[in-house]
């Protein structure tokens, strides 16, 4: 049986699109291994959010050419998308497929097993305009399934490379949702992750139909075997009051919205090409919280942008601090070749940047806590997911986002939903008991 080991880089969706390979070859029957281990076959899935999702890509490039030499290096993903002939001329790459035509993927291993030279199938992405609808098979050993139902993005944020490497708009159809969350449940998933690149514009690109991410919400929620629904990244101008009505009133719609805010000065949100300001989205983020007190909302936000002063880094910061947000993921801005963002003259120092990010991350770690210090003292359900060996503790989520742990017993299993009092702060969560 041959052996096929897969690896990825980057974001949810790409997570997604390596576990639908694996199922691929796993229904051809390949021997997935680890991909430490010497393989036949070597499938990396690339990022090109940063230059260091680029340069990672290639060091596992390379140390999959020297696990071994003979085997069959295949690329794909954005940074394949965008890098198509500097990828090729890496040591041991004999495949390149980019962000489309992963159907192919054993196919063209095999081809290339087969047949001498490189096998370069990229091709213009901006072309593409239907949703890549590949057949589940099998399923991934977690608790919690993600369901990549949207694809591509036309915001084209100045700093972001993304709508280059992922193309237009795609929309998954609302059966073919169905039919995964069908199989999600049987196979005894409990909550399902809807992924996207741009999952807020789901339904878009289906010209005339008059659907949305509500949609698609309501059709997976209709199937009353499954306990929990969440959503991944969505703009903050895509909150539909049909959406939000939905968070409201569907206990099994976890209370969790990832919002980002990229900037929290205008200056720079206008230099991104954010299509708000920070002070209409403060006031969506009242409104969220007015209807749905409970509710969880985390961020992404970007620091050293090109012309970022002082003065409007303490702005950002201040106003991220006033949003009260339970989690933030900080990154130092990154310059991307292609977009306008890396045309600007004002770029900021490196140590700026790093300085800039320890200030924004200490600010953040004391809004997760203050966020979790309102929770102590309460029962919440609780989703078990896996139990750490070194220490015996089992955690899990709630359905807001918070990571409980408790010492376990050998009473719960992954997978168990169970109600917990959260006790007291601990690790990155908090330590509760059951109830």
Same mark, same amino acid.
């Given at each position: 049986?041959?052996?096929?080991?897969?690896?990825?880089?980057?974001?949810?969706?790409?997570?997604?699109?390596?576990?639908?390979?694996?199922?691929?070859?796993?229904?051809?029957?390949?021997?997935? *291994?680890d #991909?430490?281990e010497?393989?036949d076959?070597?499938?990396?899935?690339?990022?090109s959010?940063?230059?260091?999702? &680029?340069?990672?890509?290639?060091?596992?490039?390379?140390?999959?050419?020297?696990?071994? $030499?003979?085997?069959?290096?295949?690329v794909?993903?954005?940074?394949?998308?965008?890098?198509?002939?500097?990828?090729?001329?890496?040591?041991?790459?004999r495949?390149?497929?980019?962000?489309?035509?992963? $159907?192919?993927?054993?196919?063209?291993?095999?081809?290339?097993?087969?047949?001498?030279?490189?096998?370069?199938e *990229?091709?213009?992405?901006m072309?593409?305009?239907?949703?890549?609808?590949?057949?589940?098979?099998?399923?991934?050993?977690?608790?919690?399934? #993600?369901?990549?139902?949207?694809?591509?993005?036309?915001?084209?944020?100045?700093?972001?490379? =993304?709508?280059?490497?992922?193309?237009? !708009?795609?929309?998954?159809?609302?059966e073919?949702?169905?039919?995964?969350?069908?199989?999600?449940?049987?196979?005894?998933?409990?909550?399902?992750?809807?992924?996207?690149?741009?999952?807020?514009?789901?339904?878009?690109?289906?010209?005339?139909?008059? @659907?949305?991410?509500?949609?698609?919400?309501?059709?997976?929620?209709?199937?009353?075997?499954?306990?929990?629904?969440?959503?991944?990244?969505? &703009?903050? !101008?895509?909150?539909?009051?049909?959406?939000?009505?939905?968070?409201?009133?569907?206990?099994? #719609?976890?209370?969790?919205?990832?919002?980002?805010?990229?900037?929290?000065?205008?200056? =720079?949100?206008?230099?991104?090409?954010?299509?708000?300001?920070?002070?209409?989205?403060?006031?969506? =983020?009242?409104?969220?919280?007015?209807?749905?007190?409970?509710?969880?909302?985390?961020?992404? !936000? =970007?620091?050293? #942008?090109?012309?970022?002063?002082?003065e409007?880094?303490?702005?950002?910061?201040?106003?991220?601090?006033?949003?009260?947000?339970?989690?933030?993921?900080?990154?130092?801005?990154?310059?991307?070749?292609?977009?306008?963002?890396?045309?600007?003259?004002?770029q @900021?120092?490196?140590?700026?940047?790093?300085?800039?990010?320890?200030?924004?991350?200490?600010?953040?770690?004391?809004?997760?806590?203050?966020?979790?210090?309102?929770?102590?003292g309460?029962e919440?359900?609780?989703?078990?997911?896996?139990?750490?060996?070194?220490?015996?503790?089992?955690?899990?989520?709630?359905?807001?986002? @918070?990571?409980?742990?408790?010492?376990?017993?050998?009473?719960?299993?992954?997978?168990d939903?169970?109600?917990?009092?959260?006790?007291?702060?601990?690790?990155?969560?908090?330590?509760?008991?059951?109830?």
């Amino acid at each position: 049986m041959p052996k096929v080991a897969l690896t990825t880089l980057g974001c949810k969706v790409n997570q997604v699109e390596t576990e639908i390979m694996e199922g691929l070859f796993r229904n051809r029957g390949y021997e997935i *291994v680890d #991909f430490s281990e010497p393989a036949d076959f070597y499938i990396i899935n690339t990022c090109s959010v940063t230059h260091l999702g &680029e340069r990672k890509s290639r060091q596992l490039i390379r140390r999959a050419n020297r696990l071994n $030499d003979n085997a069959i290096i295949a690329v794909t993903g954005c940074y394949a998308q965008i890098a198509s002939d500097e990828i090729s001329k890496i040591e041991g790459v004999r495949v390149v497929i980019g962000t489309k035509q992963r $159907d192919k993927i054993v196919d063209l291993v095999e081809k290339a097993a087969r047949e001498d030279g490189l096998f370069n199938e *990229v091709n213009d992405v901006m072309h593409m305009h239907e949703f890549e609808d590949i057949p589940l098979y099998g399923t991934p050993h977690r608790t919690r399934a #993600f369901l990549k139902i949207q694809d591509g993005c036309c915001n084209f944020c100045s700093y972001c490379i =993304i709508p280059y490497t992922r193309g237009p !708009i795609r929309s998954r159809k609302l059966e073919s949702i169905k039919t995964a969350v069908d199989q999600l449940v049987e196979e005894n998933f409990h909550e399902i992750v809807f992924t996207g690149i741009h999952l807020g514009a789901y339904g878009r690109d289906f010209k005339g139909e008059n @659907i949305s991410l509500s949609d698609a919400v309501e059709i997976c929620l209709a199937n009353e075997n499954l306990k929990r629904l969440r959503l991944g990244s969505l &703009e903050s !101008i895509e909150i539909s009051p049909r959406l939000l009505e939905l968070v409201k009133t569907h206990k099994r #719609f976890t209370k969790h919205l990832h919002l980002p805010l990229q900037a929290g000065s205008d200056e =720079i949100l206008k230099a991104m090409n954010r299509h708000y300001t920070t002070e209409e989205f403060a006031r969506l =983020i009242e409104s969220i919280r007015r209807e749905v007190p409970d509710i969880a909302i985390s961020t992404d !936000i =970007i620091v050293g #942008f090109p012309g970022e002063t002082d003065e409007l880094f303490q702005k950002s910061l201040e106003f991220a601090k006033s949003m009260g947000f339970m989690k933030m993921h900080v990154f130092p801005y990154s310059k991307r070749a292609g977009t306008p963002a890396a045309k600007m003259t004002n770029q @900021i120092d490196e140590a700026v940047k790093k300085q800039r990010v320890h200030l924004m991350q200490k600010m953040a770690e004391q809004s997760a806590t203050e966020f979790y210090q309102r929770f102590l003292g309460r029962e919440l359900e609780v989703l078990f997911e896996q139990e750490q060996e070194q220490d015996g503790y089992m955690e899990g989520l709630t359905s807001n986002y @918070i990571r409980v742990y408790i010492k376990n017993d050998r009473v719960i299993t992954s997978g168990d939903i169970r109600l917990v009092k959260l006790v007291k702060l601990f690790k990155d969560g908090i330590l509760g008991e059951l109830i």
